[in-house]
T-cell receptor, first 112, second 113 residues
Framework: DTAVSQTPKYLVTQMGNDKSIKCEQN?????MYWYKQDSKKFLKIMFS???????INETVPNRFSPKSPDKAHLNLHINSLELGDSAVYFC???????????FGDGTRLSIL | AQKVTQAQTEISVVEKEDVTLDCVYE???????LFWYKQPPSGELVFLIR??????QNEISGRYSWNFQKSTSSFNFTITASQVVDSAVYFC??????????FGTGTRLTVIP
């Protein structure tokens, strides 16, 4: 049973397109996150949701819009994709903001 | 500043050697949490340990041990008798006052058979 699952695993698309990445956790956690890992492996938080409410919104272009329909899901929608959006995006969840985060396997986004 | 510094970008060791990965953090908070995560070549991120700022006891888990020293703001990670399966990128991270998990730049460990 996958604890934090994100789909798709790979996403190849053209500049200017709109795409979504889905994330689901079956751990019963209250808090979910999105991270971006660039080509140099640097990991940076993008968003954090606690009980479906936005808690953290780092300096991320407003082309990125997270949506949390319920506590178990946090989807990431990206409009007007740009070359610089190419990265691996990780979803994570934790019991609360202080507990260890459990990560999904990542979605590798490649913009052509 | 919320820096987490992992000065070692890459380390290579021969199997069965011990290796220590360094982590130095900056903080103005009195209460904070430190973490280590492992990212093997398959890409997933695996939680290894969480330590809060009030608990300076060193921790050992099998071949892994962690040395937390508040006086030097360091939280170093030692792997004893390294194995090829230990090859990965290891991230040190700190939970900031804003409840962000701020990662260091990672140390790539290669264990040579």
């Amino acid at each position: 049973d996958t604890a934090v699952s994100q789909t798709p695993k790979y996403l190849v698309t053209q500049m200017g397109n709109d795409k979504s990445i889905k994330c689901e956790q079956n751990l019963g956690h209250d808090t979910m996150y999105w991270y971006k890992q660039d080509s140099k492996k640097f990991l940076k938080i993008m968003f954090s949701y606690n009980n479906k409410e936005l808690i953290i919104n780092e300096t991320v272009p407003n082309r990125f819009s997270p949506k949390s329909p319920d506590k178990a899901h946090l989807n990431l929608h990206i409009n007007s994709l740009e070359l610089g959006d190419s990265a691996v995006y990780f979803c994570a969840s934790s019991q609360d903001l202080l507990q260890p985060q459990h990560f999904g396997d990542g979605t590798r986004l490649s913009i052509l | 500043a919320q820096k987490v510094t992992q000065a070692q970008t890459e380390i290579s060791v021969v199997e069965k050697e011990d290796v220590t990965l360094d982590c130095v953090y900056e903080t103005r908070d009195t209460t904070y949490y430190l973490f280590w995560y492992k990212q093997p070549p398959s890409g997933e991120l695996v939680f290894l340990i969480r330590r809060n700022s009030f608990d300076e006891q060193n921790e050992i888990s099998g071949r892994y041990s962690w040395n937390f020293q508040k006086s030097t703001s360091s939280f170093n990670f030692t792997i004893t008798a390294s194995q090829v399966v230990d090859s990965a990128v290891y991230f040190c991270a700190r939970l900031t006052g804003a409840n962000n998990l701020f990662f260091g730049t990672g140390t790539r460990l290669t264990v040579i058979p």
